[in-house]
């Protein structure tokens, strides 16, 4: 597999997973109501399924390239979701809840210096769980996906 198609499928992967994730995550809510599990339920299934998508879309290519395509693929996808984590909070309607969240962790009417580090922190811990979850549904996804077309040669 060359670095051009795993570009290519990491592009894919990008775009189904906003695709898949909003309507997930909508029924998620509605079902499970709305709680930290309906979001992260909803969020892994969209990557399990976008990775399955990718797989079966490009299952030949990641056949040939086996388990190295396949780790490739994850890590920069892995990258990928790293940047959409850490680029949130440059979202207008996040301004409010980071600065609410702090607050209401720890009480306090100001946020102290002490307390921003101590939220930062723990939100750069739930990062590394993280991808270290994406990585490894994003494998089941992909190695999946790869085993569900058939052959050409066969």
Same mark, same amino acid.
Request: charged share 15%; net charge positive; no cysteine.
């Given at each position: ?15 189904? @997973? ?11 809510? @509605? ?94 811990? =739930?990062?590394?769980? =993280? ?24």
């Amino acid at each position: 597999m060359k670095f051009g198609d795993t570009i290519t499928a990491v592009a894919l992967y990008g775009v189904l @997973q906003i695709l898949l994730a909003f309507p997930l995550t909508i029924v998620m809510l @509605q079902t499970l109501g709305v709680t930290m599990v309906a979001h992260y339920s909803a969020g892994l299934t969209a990557v399990f399924l976008s990775m399955l998508f990718v797989g079966f879309f490009l299952g030949e290519e990641i056949r040939k390239g086996g388990r190295v395509a396949i780790l490739r693929i994850v890590v920069l996808s892995a990258f990928y979701e790293l940047l959409v984590v850490v680029f949130q909070p440059t979202l207008a309607d996040w301004i409010p809840f980071a600065i609410d969240k702090p607050k209401e962790a720890f009480d306090g009417t100001t946020v102290t210096t002490v307390e921003w580090f101590l939220y930062d922190l723990s939100r750069r811990g =739930n990062m590394f769980f =993280n991808l270290i979850i994406v990585i490894g549904v994003g494998f089941a996804g992909l190695y999946v996906g790869s085993r569900l077309r058939k052959s050409k040669t066969s």
